[in-house]
T-cell receptor
C-alpha cells in the first residue's frame, strides 16, 4: 500500500504557538485518523474524521478533511511542551478487514 | 477503547534466531493487525489476523518470515523468524474498537534489536 505524504517532516515552534501539520493521500477513503507517538512508543489515537465530514474538533485539536484534494490538516492550538511528539495521519479505505495506511509523519518540537 | 498489551516490551536477539511477540486485548475482537515501524520510519502493515483463518499478508511480507497465530478472539502472536539486523524495528499490534468501530487502537509495541 502506498503511504501518504505529510508536511512538514519536522516542525519546531515556541510554546503557546499553534502548530499545523498537513497530510495528503492517494486513494479514496472511508475515514482518516491522526495519531501521536512519543519517543518511539505506542501510538495514541487523537481523532477520526469520516470522509463525509469536513472538520472535527477535540479539545485543542482541530482536524480538517478535503476529499477533493485528498488532504487533511491537524491544528494544535496553544501548544505545550508535552505536545512534543511525532504525529501521523493514517487512512482507512473501509471494509473492516483493512488495516491503515500511514503517512510519513511530522516530528513536532515545542520549545519552552 | 480497547486496552492492548504486548510481550515482550523489548528484546535484543542474535542473528538467525526467532522471536515470538504476544498481543493480548481486553475484549473480543474480530480482526487484529500487526504493523512494523523501522527506525525513524512510519508504520507499515504486515498482516491482518482473523480468528480461525489464515492471516492475510501485505505485499513484501510472507508467512514463512512472519508466521501469525490467532487462537481466540483476544490473543495473537507474531513470530519474526530467522532474524537479521534489518528486522530491527518496533512491532505493534492493533485492533478496531470503540464507539466508532473504525477507530484503530495500538498496543505499546515491542522494540526488537537484532545483532
Amino acid at each position: 500500500s502506498q503511504q501518504g505524504e505529510e508536511d512538514p517532516q519536522a516542525l519546531s515552534i515556541q510554546e503557546g504557538e499553534n502548530a499545523t501539520m498537513n497530510c495528503s493521500y492517494k486513494t479514496s477513503i472511508n475515514n482518516l485518523q491522526w495519531y501521536r507517538q512519543n519517543s518511539g512508543r505506542g501510538l495514541v489515537h487523537l481523532i477520526l474524521i469520516r470522509s463525509n465530514e469536513r472538520e472535527k474538533h477535540s479539545g485543542r485539536l482541530r482536524v480538517t478533511l478535503d476529499t477533493s484534494k485528498k488532504s487533511s490538516s491537524l491544528l494544535i492550538t496553544a501548544s505545550r511542551a508535552a505536545d512534543t511528539a511525532s504525529y501521523f495521519c493514517a487512512t482507512d479505505i473501509g471494509g473492516g478487514a483493512d488495516g491503515l495506511t500511514f503517512g510519513k509523519g511530522t516530528h513536532l518540537i515545542i520549545q519552552p | 477503547s480497547a486496552v492492548i498489551s504486548q510481550k515482550p516490551s523489548r528484546d535484543i536477539c542474535q542473528r538467525g534466531t526467532s522471536l515470538t511477540i504476544q498481543c493480548q486485548v481486553d475484549s473480543q475482537v474480530t480482526m487484529m493487525f500487526w504493523y512494523r515501524q523501522q527506525p525513524g520510519q512510519s508504520l507499515t502493515l504486515i498482516a491482518t489476523a482473523n480468528q480461525g483463518s489464515e492471516a492475510t499478508y501485505e505485499s513484501g511480507f510472507v508467512i514463512d518470515k512472519f508466521p501469525i497465530s490467532r487462537p481466540n478472539l483476544t490473543f495473537s502472536t507474531l513470530t519474526v523468524s530467522n532474524m537479521s539486523p534489518e528486522d530491527s524495528s518496533i512491532y505493534l499490534c492493533s485492533v478496531r474498537g470503540g464507539a466508532e468501530s473504525n477507530t484503530q487502537y495500538f498496543g505499546p509495541g515491542t522494540r526488537l534489536t537484532v545483532l
